[in-house]
Nanobody, 128 residues
């Protein structure tokens, strides 16, 4: 079974940067996509970004376009989320997910329920 572990979160001032990592261990992935989601207090879990297993396709949600970059290093079984120009509204618990749906199912990529494996989540706090 695949296990995911996030790292790199913390407290940063508005305009700053953080890089989140999601390290995978255990059995080989069976699904073609991985993603980042986030959940702010009192809010629904929100899609942030997704990427294919080999990294040839990637997508981010509109609210972070131009600021966040998703990538992965298949040799190290690690996915990253580079977050630049952070804003207070980016404050949330960020979770990585794996074993997601086909990249061709673009609508499903943004739905948490279609990912089978999750990390525990990591807090990102952006102060104003």
């Amino acid at each position: 079974q695949v296990q995911l572990a996030e790292s790199g979160g913390g407290l940063v001032q508005a305009g700053g940067s953080l890089r989140l990592s999601c390290a995978a261990s255990g059995r080989t992935f069976s699904g073609p996509t991985m993603a980042w989601f986030r959940q702010a207090p009192g809010m629904e879990r929100e899609f942030v970004a997704a990427i294919t297993w080999n990294g040839d396709e990637a997508s981010v949600t509109d609210s972070v376009q131009g600021r966040f970059i998703i990538s992965r290093d298949s040799t190290e079984n690690t996915m990253y989320l580079q977050m630049n120009n952070l804003k207070p509204e980016d404050t949330a618990v960020y979770s990585c997910a794996a074993n997601g749906p086909s990249w061709r199912s673009s609508a499903r990529l943004r739905v948490a329920g279609y990912y089978l494996t999750w990390g525990q989540g990591i807090q990102v706090t952006v102060s104003s």
